[in-house]
């Protein structure tokens, strides 16, 4: 009687043994930190609605060297995933083309890169002349 063997492949550490899904694993890391700035968020919203005593005391606990650590690692997430977000632009959408000529990939790419900056600035204008004046 014949045995049939099939053939399985190991599944430890398969994101390991290949530099883009390393990569791809790293970006999916980093929704975790967007996690948990959405939550660090809610919770200062949640001290704000109990008055202004648990919100300064919010406030003051994001002084804190932990909290400035945390947030300087955000940033870096933040900015990876989003930097990520944009160079996989070019591969999702339909070709563009511009006088019969197709838009290189690098070209939507930092057309996408300018928009975000331009558009964090203009938040960053706003919010400092309506809230912050």
């Given at each position: 009687?014949?045995?049939?063997?099939?053939?399985?492949?190991?599944?430890?550490?398969?994101?390991?043994?290949?530099?883009?899904?390393?990569?791809?694993?790293?970006?999916?890391?980093?929704?975790?930190?967007?996690?948990?700035?959405?939550?660090?968020?809610?919770?200062?919203?949640?001290?704000?609605?109990?008055?202004?005593?648990?919100?300064?005391a919010?406030?003051?606990?994001?002084?804190?060297?932990?909290?400035?650590?945390?947030?300087?690692?955000?940033?870096?997430?933040?900015?990876?995933?989003?930097?990520?977000?944009?160079?996989?632009?070019?591969?999702?959408?339909?070709?563009?083309?511009?006088?019969?000529?197709?838009?290189?990939?690098?070209a939507?790419?930092?057309?996408?890169?300018?928009?975000?900056?331009?558009?964090s600035?203009?938040?960053?204008?706003?919010?400092?002349?309506?809230?912050?004046p």
């Open positions: 009687m014949a045995y049939l063997h099939t053939h399985v492949r190991p599944m430890q550490g398969w994101w390991r043994r290949n530099p883009f899904y390393r990569r791809y694993m790293l970006r999916e890391v980093t929704a975790l930190f967007v996690a948990a700035y959405a939550v660090e968020l809610l919770v200062g919203l949640v001290r704000l609605a109990q008055g202004r005593a648990a919100y300064e919010w406030r003051a606990a994001l002084a804190t060297p932990p909290a400035l650590a945390f947030h300087a690692l955000t940033l870096a997430a933040f900015l990876y995933h989003a930097w990520t977000w944009l160079e996989v632009m070019p591969k999702t959408m339909p070709f563009v083309t511009v006088r019969d000529h197709r838009v290189s990939d690098r939507i790419v930092v057309a996408g890169v300018t928009a975000s900056v331009i558009a600035i203009a938040l960053f204008v706003a919010v400092r002349l309506v809230i912050a």
